[in-house]
């Protein structure tokens, strides 16, 4: 099985058995569509939802926002056969990971929902919040989707002081 990784900023549309979408997310969020009769999927992974009214954003730095990315994967999903109202979606990520950094995350997967909602997209399954990262695996062909809380990464461990010996430090 061919793997295609999505990055922060990124979407991929596909129709072609064998291939796998993935990505890892923390407080970012990933949309999987499918079409089931066309049988083509896509997957975005997006930083923020929407820029806020009085942020000025230039056009390069649109790729981060979810509201941009939701219209690249759809427009992109029909551009390759899918039908809008046939469309279907799977949200994953959202996750207030870094405390201190606000509900970043939270407002993530608020904003997947009501942009689903809004525009009338099916969603099949939703797992979004909490407190861990998920990597995510799409198969776009068949519409299945895998998503797995990512372990706790491995404890700092604290560098051994030197030890003194006759005024010389040794590492």
């Known amino acids: 099985m061919r793997r295609v990784s999505i990055i922060q900023g990124q979407y991929r549309v596909l129709a072609e058995p ?4 993935t990505t890892v997310l923390g407080s970012c969020v990933a949309v999987c569509l499918h079409d089931h009769v066309a049988r083509i999927g896509g997957m975005n992974h997006f930083l923020l939802g929407e820029p806020s009214a009085s942020q000025n954003v230039r ?15 759809i ?6 056969g899918a039908v809008r109202e046939r469309l279907c979606g799977h949200l994953y990520g959202g996750a207030n990971i870094i405390a201190g950094l606000g509900s970043i995350g939270s407002s993530n ?8 909602e809004t525009e009338g997209l099916q969603v099949r399954r939703c797992d979004l919040g909490g407190n ?6 799409f198969l776009p062909f068949d519409g299945k989707v895998r998503s797995v809380t990512v372990n706790d990464p491995p404890p700092v461990l ?14």
Do not use: S
């Open 18 to 21: 064998g291939v796998m979408l």
């Open 109 to 116: 997967a608020a904003f997947a929902r009501q942009f689903m």
């Open 59 to 73: 056009p390069d730095e649109m790729q981060r926002y979810g509201v941009h990315a939701m219209e690249l994967l």
């Open 132 to 137: 861990r990262a998920r990597k995510v695996e």
């Open 158 to 171: 604290e560098r051994p002081q030197p030890i003194p010996t006759n005024d010389v430090e040794l590492f």
């Open 75 to 80: 427009n992109g999903m029909m551009r390759a």
